[in-house]
């Protein structure tokens, strides 16, 4: 299944993708100049993160692996553009770069597939993690790693091992509790999101195209609609394009079937709507927003 991208700023900003769509909104000035100029011509991967800091990955017009950033913490920077001792060759597998920030950008998690780099991560996150090292070299790498509020965290392996600390995402908790309850079910997971400056707000993504989304910035809310749809619609054409080849070979009966698949997305649709209803009173909204004339940071809770 193609990547898709969900990220949030602290400004209340979004940049969404996936192979039919598009989507952003008050991207940091830099960031939005850059997608705007003809020479990119392909996004491997965007975070936005704390006032006007993002990263962004992408290949030119000619050929070549970029990266661009601002205002990111020393010590990410220094792993994104590590460069050989004679070499002028950044170091890092640019389309396979993946980065996670947390809230005022005071944690991170970053990795390339082989080398991995993580600073101030929540005691709970950071014992799972070294429990999945031994002698330097992972035994199990994460597959999903998602930071939110107030130390909330998400950790989903290769192997499917989950943990998580929830406690202001609860219709996520309670989905993720609901998915380990089932056979498969955290296989099924393809991708989640915390919005680390907002309580609630979330992106989860199921390997059938279901994507379930709570919370969100109101300006985020309608491209998220037309998200939802693209992501749908591109699942369905890959399944389509695996049956046919697999029909060719003669193994199609060994695909589940676009109903099939219906019945999926409709199974977590409908139980993520009655998570919601459980946890409906706990409504607490996180946003953090920059006062520029003052230099200040604002906590409005509504």
Request: proline share 4%; with cysteine; aromatic share 8%.
């Amino acid at each position: 299944m193609s990547e898709t991208i969900f990220t949030f700023s602290q400004r209340g900003g979004h940049f969404f993708q996936c192979p039919l769509e598009r989507k952003h909104a008050r991207l940091p000035r830099k960031l939005a100049s850059l997608l705007m100029n003809s020479r990119v011509s392909r996004v491997y991967h965007v975070t936005l993160g704390f006032s006007q800091s993002f990263v962004i990955t992408y290949r030119d017009s000619t050929g070549k692996d970029r990266i661009e950033s601002a205002d990111l913490p020393s010590e990410l920077h220094s792993f994104l553009y590590a460069r050989g001792t004679s070499s002028s060759q950044l170091l890092r597998n640019i389309p396979q770069l993946r980065v996670i920030l947390g809230p005022y950008n005071s944690s991170f998690f970053a990795h390339d597939g082989s080398s991995y780099r993580w600073m101030n991560l929540p005691s709970a996150l950071l014992a799972a993690i070294k429990s999945r090292i031994n002698d330097g070299s992972w035994i199990d790498k994460p597959r999903i790693m998602a930071l939110g509020a107030d130390s909330n965290f998400l950790l989903i392996t290769q192997k499917n091992a989950a943990v998580w600390n929830l406690e202001n995402y609860r219709t996520l908790g309670k989905l993720m509790e609901f998915s380990k309850s089932q056979e498969n079910g955290i296989e099924e997971v393809m991708n989640v999101v915390l919005n680390p400056h907002r309580y609630e707000c979330f992106v989860a993504e199921s390997r059938n195209g279901m994507v379930i989304s709570e919370n969100l910035p109101i300006p985020s809310v309608k491209d998220m609609d037309a998200m939802k749809e693209a992501v749908k619609r591109d699942t369905n054409r890959e399944e389509e394009e695996k049956l046919e080849r697999e029909r060719k070979r003669g193994h199609a009966q060994k695909r589940p079937s676009l109903n099939r698949q219906a019945i999926l997305r409709r199974v977590w649709s409908d139980r993520a709507d009655q998570l919601r209803s459980e946890v409906g009173d706990y409504k607490v909204k996180l946003s953090l927003s920059l006062n520029l004339s003052t230099g200040s940071i604002a906590r409005m809770f509504s």
